[in-house]
């Protein structure tokens, strides 16, 4: 877990700091500072699971500094010494509140329900998730699509329109039956198992193929089949045998 910690007096700071490394070692301290309006630039960068946050600080306090923030981006514990503040905390969204000063065992009391919280909440989207996937499936919504690495993130690819993949050292290049040309940050490989269950065939050990879109196969100059795009793809010898019954039973079933 990632924690900021922002509060005006550094003992304060250094407390709740003493306070992670001895109950949560693991929590990493990505932030901690005096002054709110640090803060207000530091905390989008740090990106932050759960703030410790003092609410009486000079110039802004804790709640002017929320404002002025992305709503829900982390989670929050106030930290006050007044008790008068506890019901704006939890008008403001926080997870709990701790009175200064920090009782070590309300401390872990409160850190833990946090993580319990995020648990479920981490839990019931995952639920949701795979809930919606099972309708689109059903419903046909959503078709055979895999989900490509591409240079700026990822791009949703209908399988049936893959013609072939290419090995082209660490990264494969993909081809598909409007003419593109994918480079893909995976090895043919990592390919050949993503598109085993779609029946896609590993005739050469560059050349991965959709054999929905194999257009003849020569057996002369060692064995290569054309594909629909009219590109030649050279077929491995312990491949030839699989190619030559692939192209029997379709004609059979023809």
Same mark, same amino acid.
């Given at each position: 877990?990632?924690?900021?910690?922002?509060?005006?007096?550094?003992?304060?700071?250094?407390?709740?700091?003493?306070?992670?490394?001895?109950?949560?070692?693991?929590?990493?301290?990505?932030?901690?500072?005096?002054? @709110?309006?640090?803060?207000?630039?530091?905390? @989008?960068?740090?990106?932050?699971?759960?703030?410790?946050?003092?609410?009486?600080?000079?110039?802004?306090?804790?709640?002017?500094?929320?404002?002025?923030?992305?709503?829900?981006?982390?989670?929050?514990?106030?930290?006050?010494?007044?008790?008068?503040?506890?019901?704006?905390?939890?008008?403001?969204?926080?997870?709990?509140?701790?009175?200064? @000063?920090?009782?070590?065992?309300?401390?872990?009391?409160?850190?833990?329900?946090?993580?319990?919280?995020?648990?479920?909440?981490?839990?019931?989207?995952?639920?949701?998730?795979?809930?919606?996937?099972?309708?689109?499936?059903?419903?046909?919504?959503?078709?055979?699509?895999?989900?490509? @690495?591409?240079?700026?993130?990822?791009?949703?690819?209908?399988?049936?329109?893959?013609?072939?993949?290419?090995?082209?050292?660490?990264?494969?290049?993909?081809?598909?039956?409007?003419?593109?040309?994918?480079?893909?940050?995976?090895?043919?490989?990592?390919?050949?198992?993503?598109?085993?269950?779609?029946?896609?065939?590993?005739?050469?050990?560059?050349?991965?193929?959709?054999?929905?879109?194999?257009?003849?196969?020569?057996?002369?100059?060692?064995?290569?089949?054309?594909?629909?795009?009219?590109?030649?793809?050279?077929?491995?010898?312990?491949?030839?045998?699989?190619?030559?019954?692939?192209?029997?039973?379709?004609?059979?079933?023809?």
């Amino acid at each position: 877990m990632k924690v900021a910690i922002i509060d005006d007096e550094v003992h304060c700071v250094e407390g709740l700091v003493l306070h992670l490394k001895s109950k949560f070692p693991e929590a990493e301290i990505v932030y901690k500072g005096t002054k @709110p309006e640090d803060a207000l630039l530091a905390l @989008p960068k740090a990106r932050p699971d759960l703030v410790f946050l003092d609410v009486e600080m000079p110039g802004m306090n804790g709640f002017e500094l929320l404002d002025q923030l992305p709503k829900d981006a982390f989670d929050v514990i106030f930290t006050t010494a007044y008790s008068q503040y506890a019901a704006q905390a939890f008008k403001a969204k926080a997870v709990n509140y701790l009175l200064k @000063p920090i009782d070590d065992t309300e401390f872990e009391t409160a850190v833990l329900q946090w993580k319990e919280e995020r648990e479920q909440k981490k839990n019931l989207s995952s639920e949701r998730i795979n809930e919606l996937l099972t309708y689109m499936k059903r419903e046909g919504i959503l078709k055979n699509k895999i989900a490509v @690495p591409v240079s700026d993130g990822y791009e949703f690819i209908e399988t049936n329109e893959i013609l072939y993949c290419q090995s082209q050292n660490n990264y494969t290049l993909l081809f598909t039956v409007e003419n593109r040309k994918l480079v893909l940050s995976k090895t043919l490989l990592e390919f050949e198992k993503l598109l085993d269950k779609y029946f896609f065939i590993r005739i050469h050990k560059s050349y991965l193929i959709n054999p929905n879109y194999m257009k003849k196969y020569y057996r002369n100059d060692g064995g290569y089949l054309v594909m629909q795009d009219g590109k030649s793809i050279p077929v491995s010898k312990s491949k030839k045998d699989l190619i030559t019954n692939l192209f029997d039973a379709i004609t059979k079933t023809a």
